[in-house]
């Protein structure tokens, strides 16, 4: 996780219009929340927990501690929260379920042996799982390319 400078770690909740933005936020390790219905008490106990509202709603940005996101594509929307919080420098990278948003445990290979695949099983030494849903996570190609295409979508644009 990462922290503020105020010592605290970012923490968010997605509205119901972000949901590609909440799973890119918990593959980059962040703990965030998906409301898949705008609910003002859940947006007013995230803010009293930490946690930033993520909004495309702009009626409801002008809120203490909620950011409108104004792209309609999560590159942009990486882009505009990496630009406000510097969230890519901060990345604790595929520590977090990207579907359920759980903390992942780091498991022997013996556990998930007859889990995954038999070619990763073979190919692979370190596996994380999820202690709620059980998927199971290792570090192939799919990891380093997801990190690429983060910092590629911070670096700032090329001026022609």
């Known amino acids: 996780m990462s922290e503020t400078p105020s010592g605290r770690y970012l923490s968010f909740l997605c509205d119901q219009n972000l949901g590609r933005l909440a799973k890119w936020l ?7 929340e998906y409301m898949r219905v705008w609910n003002k008490d859940r947006t007013r106990n995230a803010v009293d927990e930490g946690r930033i509202v ?7 940005s002008r809120k203490r501690h909620h ?8 590159e942009g929307q990486l882009r505009q929260i990496d630009r406000e919080l510097g969230l890519i ?31 990763v099983y073979a190919n692979h030494d370190d596996f994380a799982q999820c202690p709620r849903c059980q ?18 979508i911070a670096e700032p644009e090329e001026r022609s």
Do not use: Q
């Open 26 to 32: 918990r593959m980059m390790g962040y703990d965030t």
């Open 54 to 60: 993520l909004t495309r709603i702009r009626r409801y």
């Open 67 to 74: 950011i409108l996101v104004l792209s309609d594509h999560v």
């Open 89 to 119: 420098s901060r990345a604790r990278w595929f520590t977090r379920c990207n579907v359920c948003n759980e903390p992942l445990v780091y498991v022997k290979p013996e556990i998930v042996k007859d889990i995954v695949p038999e070619y």
């Open 135 to 152: 998927r199971v996570y290792w570090r192939g190609t799919h990891p380093l390319r997801i990190m690429e295409a983060v910092r590629a």
